[in-house]
């Protein structure tokens, strides 16, 4: 049966394709084991796609990751999970009214603030941003943080309803109720959070987590900067009493038409103010005191995030001594009735007129919904010491939210508030959210007789107070003017367009300039051409100070070598450092951002412009006469002109593909027109090509297939390699001879040269089952190429590249 490269050289004839096996242009060398790379093959490629057994049954096991980890799980890990999960507020009540069953485990009495008792009354201010009744918060914290673990990689976040998704929710359930009016606000909410948790789901299942690196951090901050704004100028008028301000509007028409209220102010305002007052007092009083006192800084930190459920009791008793005598005419605005227990347990109605009516926010509540949730585990992780897998986090935010809705849930992702408190409460493991899960399903069945008085300022006091903590302070958007200043004006616009039109307009807007930006910086990158400078590693010694108490730079004599930087010294290199070509005709081109279709032609285009500018052609004559040149051809009218010409001739082009991972058919092509192009200009001779540093089989593979990696011009039959220099890298093997056994001889004190043969020894080592592919030549020194010869001008790196250009460069032609 035919061998496979048969069957492609038959294929590749019957196309008419020029094959570009060459190899039997490699040398023969005494010393040096040759290596023959070969191509690699579609069937290799299908071979690393195609899933095997094994990788499904990781594929599965991977979407459950709590099987690796409960099975050790332990009193200690749940000890840390219950402290966080806050169930030891629960058993510290419990202690008052009955014995105590665990005397003998040691709790930490600093942790004793729960992630519990934060979601509560975050979950009910949450569902008022949402446009929804305050339990449909709490069905959302329970959900989430119940449905979590399952498929968590992070044991920090936790998962439930948050401000800006809440803002958006809201909007979508108002615009919604516009075109249905008939159809409540919940259903709405509960088929958007079916519709974004199926699609997010998808996205984790294929495995898609990637394409969340596309939205990048002046974007996140922008967006995040940006709805806070909205969602604070929209509770100003809750937190003030003021009527009449519809929030849906512009956040910088309701600011203005807040202010326009403030003689409409109610008593709400008293409310409102002073618990805001109060939650910024006893953050600042708790920070203050961890500074002064570091050794309580963690009782002080839990003291801190007390501050919520402190000043929602506070508020709450308050409220009911002031409104319990006459309960049908409150003073303020209350929460009021809420409904004990799950009472919208039922299928969530999705059908085409609901997604119809906010099927034009969908994309905007997914990016949301990933923009929160990746950014948060990830920061976490990278606090806590691990790493999250961010298709993984989608396939727990899709489930989460296919679930949720059944007990009438609304869309909900990672909190950044309640997951930093879960974190500093020394969370163990995921299953921490189990115990908050109980905390809320405690709350309600026991507490909604108590939520009835509730005020609604101390809620919008609560929202401002949180969301507040996720605008962009200037000192961040300053270390972004230094490091990138682009894209300073991206964080800038997305926080205008968001506050003086939408949420989901200024997420569009930051991301859609992101990519501009991103594709300005491809498509506009350019290259560098590189010179030869003398370097050595010198190392300063404080030892042998000179006059004025300067160290002295003492130079490392072994370390001299070649170094390689742009002739101009655009990359901020000491100007004064000597570069210079490596030699006349010979360029050294380096890409700055990959090589393909969008910017191939502006880098040939430099390379050709310096190429022209610095040397001449090799033949006027050539030419030909003025009429028969092209029409845009940039000769002098006067051929004579050109014998006067000292400019080098073009004998060699050699480009560093250190920053090329791969390339297209529109960038090989350009090669290829580049390389007809000189070679027009080089004539008689031809250009040689040279690639360093080529990292990926596959471009090997597409350069090879144009036509380079070899010599130019293609030897003629029976030619053979003998009429240019081969030039390639070696390595040692090891044994008597290797750079190993010398550093070892220089050690030890051996006299007898490492270079010298040792034949007994030599036999020894070729014994060594292990040393099986060593050349068997006693005169061998035990090398093998790096690189395979069968493509002479791939080279494994510049210095190699360098060497064969200049040597090939002076041979006969």
Excluded at 64 to 77: D, E, S
Excluded at 89 to 112: A, E, Q, T
Aim: glycine share 8%; net charge neutral; hydrophobic share 45%.
């Amino acid at each position: 049966m035919p061998s496979t490269p048969l069957i492609k050289g038959r294929l590749a004839k019957a196309v008419g394709y020029d094959s570009d096996n060459r190899d039997d242009d490699v040398p023969s060398i005494s010393n040096t084991d040759l290596f023959i790379e070969e191509e690699p093959t579609v069937a290799e490629y299908l071979a690393e796609v195609t899933p095997s057994f094994r990788g499904l049954v990781d594929y599965l096991v991977n979407l459950f990751p709590f099987v690796r980890w409960i099975g050790k799980y332990n009193l200690t890990w749940l000890i840390g999970d219950l402290v966080a999960g806050e169930l030891l507020l629960c058993c510290l009540v419990l202690k008052l009214i009955g014995p105590w069953p665990w005397r003998g485990i040691k709790f930490n009495h600093h942790s004793g603030i729960t992630v519990g008792a934060v979601v509560v009354p975050q979950g009910m201010a949450y569902a008022q941003l949402a446009q929804l009744d305050v339990e449909y918060g709490l069905y959302t914290s329970f959900m989430g943080v119940l449905i979590y673990w399952f498929f968590a990689t992070s044991k920090d976040i936790t998962i439930g309803p948050v401000a800006v998704m809440s803002q958006v929710t809201g909007n979508i359930v108002l615009k919604a109720k516009d075109e249905l009016p008939n159809v409540p606000g919940h259903v709405v909410a509960s088929a958007l959070a079916i519709i974004t948790g199926a699609i997010i789901l998808f996205l984790g299942l294929a495995r898609l987590g990637w394409l969340v690196e596309f939205i990048s951090l002046p974007a996140i901050c922008a967006f995040m900067t940006g709805s806070a704004v909205n969602i604070i100028a929209g509770q100003v008028p809750k937190l003030m009493g003021i009527g009449g301000v519809n929030t849906r509007d512009a956040p910088y028409l309701v600011i203005i038409n807040s202010l326009k209220g403030l003689p409409t102010t109610k008593l709400d305002a008293a409310l409102g103010l002073t618990a805001l007052s109060m939650l910024y007092l006893i953050r600042g009083a708790c920070s203050f005191l961890s500074k002064k006192q570091p050794q309580r800084a963690k009782t002080y930190f839990f003291l801190s995030t007390l501050r919520t459920v402190f000043v929602i009791l506070l508020y709450t008793a308050i409220s009911a001594g002031v409104n319990v005598s006459h309960k049908k005419k409150p003073s303020f605005s209350l929460i009021k009735d809420v409904p004990r227990g799950f009472q919208h347990t039922a299928v969530p109605a999705v059908n085409v007129s609901i997604i119809q009516a906010f099927a034009s926010e969908i994309p905007a509540a997914v990016i949301v919904m990933l923009i929160e949730h990746i950014s948060i585990s990830k920061s976490f992780g990278r606090i806590n010491n691990y790493v999250i897998d961010p298709s993984q986090e989608l396939v727990a935010i899709g489930v989460t939210n296919l679930l949720g809705p059944f007990l009438g849930a609304y869309p909900a992702t990672g909190s950044f508030s309640r997951t930093a408190i879960k974190s500093k409460a020394g969370v163990r493991t995921p299953f921490a959210g189990v115990i908050t899960a109980l905390v809320v399903l405690l709350a309600l069945y026991a507490l909604p007789a108590v939520f009835y008085y509730i005020p609604n300022a101390a809620l919008a006091a609560v929202i401002i107070h949180a969301v507040g903590d996720v605008i962009t302070p200037p000192k961040v958007i300053f270390h972004f003017w230094r490091v990138s200043p682009l894209e300073v004006p991206i964080f800038l616009a997305g926080v205008l367009v968001t506050v003086f039109t939408t949420i989901e307009n200024g997420i569009y807007t930051t991301m859609a300039v992101s990519a501009a930006v991103l594709v300005w910086r491809l498509f506009l990158s350019r290259g560098r051409v590189l010179g030869v400078a003398r370097i050595r590693t010198a190392t300063a010694r404080q030892d042998l100070k000179q006059a004025g108490d300067s160290a002295f730079a003492e130079e490392s004599g072994e370390s001299l070598r070649k170094g390689f930087l742009p002739l101009d010294h655009e990359d901020g290199s000491n100007p004064r450092v000597v570069v210079k070509s490596p030699h006349p005709g010979v360029y050294i081109y380096r890409f700055a951002e990959g090589f393909n279709y969008p910017n191939a032609s502006r880098y040939l285009n430099h390379l050709t412009e310096v190429i022209f500018a610095e040397t001449r052609r090799t033949d006027p004559t050539l030419l030909g006469k003025l009429g028969d040149r092209a029409w845009n051809d940039s000769s002098p009218r006067n051929q004579d002109a050109d014998l006067v010409d000292t400019r080098p001739t073009l004998k060699a082009v050699i480009l560093d593909f250190s920053s090329v991972n791969n390339i297209d058919v529109t960038a090989a092509q350009a090669l290829i027109d580049v390389r007809n192009q000189l070679d027009r200009y080089a004539a008689p001779d031809a250009v040689d090509w040279h690639f360093a540093n080529i990292e990926n089989r596959w471009t090997k593979r597409a350069l090879a297939a144009a036509g380079f990696g070899f010599r130019s011009p293609r030897p003629a039959p029976g030619e053979g390699a003998a009429h240019w220099k081969t030039i390639f890298s070696i390595a040692d093997l090891g044994g008597s001879d290797s750079a190993s056994r010398a550093a070892e001889a220089a050690e030890m004190g051996e006299k007898k040269s490492v270079r010298e043969y040792d034949v007994e020894q030599a036999a020894s080592d070729i014994s060594q089952p292990s040393d099986k592919d060593v050349p068997r030549n006693p005169g061998s020194a035990k090398l093998v190429a790096v690189q395979g010869l069968n493509r002479p001008y791939f080279h494994f790196d510049l210095q190699e590249a360098v060497e064969s250009a200049i040597a090939n460069s002076e041979r006969e032609r």
